[in-house]
T-cell receptor, first 114, second 114 residues
Framework: GEDVEQSLFLSVREGDSSVINCTYT??????LYWYKQEPGAGLQLLTY?????DMKQDQRLTVLLNKKDKHLSLRIADTQTGDSAIYFC??????????????FGKGTHLIIQP | DSGVTQTPKHLITATGQRVTLRCSPR?????VYWYQQSLDQGLQFLIQ???????AKGNILERFSAQQFPDLHSELNLSSLELGDSALYFC?????????????FGQGTRLTVV
């Protein structure tokens, strides 16, 4: 199965909080990332969390990590139309089996309703 | 602007042809990663170079190759192109090679094989 799983879509009203969830399978993951991709654009690093942390907050963004359940979430407070994008969860496991890159989920498309 | 530059932005070519994608990493970054993003496979790690040396390989086809030059820019060569190679190809760079330091992505090169 997939190493990193995310829901494909999330629809929220403008001004509400958005919570995007992600599950991963490798407990040895050292860093977990959230990237944002706007239409026609590249990936923008939003935030990342080291595996020994439970929570990280950066302005409107809050990342929660539950290592026991291998669950990562990204909360966006006061969601705005400019937050409409695809959000990718990614894990970094270190040099493992010759693959040293990030493993990405398929991405969650955040849709903002007016 | 992530500081990672990819050229060209768009490329249209015929099946059987060969193309070269170019990436200039952020100033000071030693690692360059190549990723392929397609609708069916999502984001897939292809290959990593660190300070001119190949560091790790992911799901890279034998028809594809890459290199990193002394000035740290990198090129991804795709040969004997097939329709299925149509995708968005991203380059990312990071300061380190093993420490999970965050990777910054370029805007991507959209390759269309006709």
């Amino acid at each position: 199965g997939e190493d990193v799983e995310q829901s494909l879509f999330l629809s929220v009203r403008e001004g509400d909080s958005s919570v995007i969830n992600c599950t991963y399978t490798d407990s040895s993951s050292t860093y977990l990332y959230w990237y944002k991709q706007e239409p026609g654009a590249g990936l923008q690093l939003l935030t990342y969390i080291f595996s020994n942390m439970d929570m990280k907050q950066d302005q409107r963004l809050t990342v929660l990590l539950n290592k026991k359940d291998k669950h990562l979430s990204l909360r966006i407070a006061d969601t705005q139309t400019g937050d409409s994008a695809i959000y990718f969860c990614a894990e970094y496991q270190g040099l493992k089996g010759g693959a040293d890159g990030l493993t990405f989920g398929k991405g969650t498309h955040l849709i903002i309703q007016p | 602007d992530s500081g990672v530059t990819q050229t060209p932005k768009h490329l249209i070519t015929a099946t059987g042809q060969r193309v070269t994608l170019r990436c200039s990493p952020r100033s000071g970054d030693l690692s360059v990663y190549w990723y392929q993003q397609s609708l069916d496979q999502g984001l897939q790690f292809l290959i990593q170079y660190y300070n001119g040396e190949e560091r790790a390989k992911g799901n890279i086809l034998e028809r594809f190759s890459a290199q990193q030059f002394p000035d740290l820019h990198s090129e991804l060569n795709l040969s004997s192109l097939e329709l299925g190679d149509s995708a968005l190809y991203f380059c990312a760079s990071s300061a380190g090679g093993r420490d999970g330091s965050e990777a910054f992505f370029g805007q991507g090169t959209r390759l269309t094989v006709v």
